[in-house]
């Protein structure tokens, strides 16, 4: 069993940045994979953005590449999403997710970037 907590989450103006953060506890040590997510109401669910055990391989959707930067705290078993560059598009609930042979998720964080 995993249990996952995003923070960092809130209001911020365009162009703003935010850190989000995902501390993952529990079973841990096969975790591969990691990353974050986000939904805004009536919305899929998108993947933003992957980060591998080692940190070697990274993924960002088209739409955050050059604005967002995905690292991991391997010590600490800490992700970390620094967002720069706010835009309105990017309002959503964050969500962090885990992998090894089963999914976790975290409960989510609230981004909302508006004037």
């Known amino acids: 069993q995993v249990r996952l907590v995003e923070s960092g989450g809130g209001l911020v103006q365009p162009g703003g940045s935010l850190r989000l953060s995902c501390a993952a506890s529990g079973m841990i040590a096969r975790l591969i994979v990691m990353g974050w997510y986000r939904q805004a109401p009536g919305k899929q669910r998108e993947l933003v953005a992957t980060?591998?055990?080692?940190?070697?391989?990274?993924y960002y959707v088209d739409s955050v590449k050059g604005r967002f930067t995905i690292s991991r705290d391997n010590a600490k078993t800490t992700v970390y999403l620094q967002m720069n560059s706010l835009k309105p598009e990017d309002t959503a609930v964050y969500y962090c997710?885990?992998?090894?042979?089963?999914?976790?998720w975290g409960q989510g964080t609230q981004v909302t970037v508006s004037s």
């Open positions: 997710h885990a992998n090894d042979w089963s999914d976790y």
């Open positions: 980060i591998t055990s080692g940190g070697s391989t990274n």
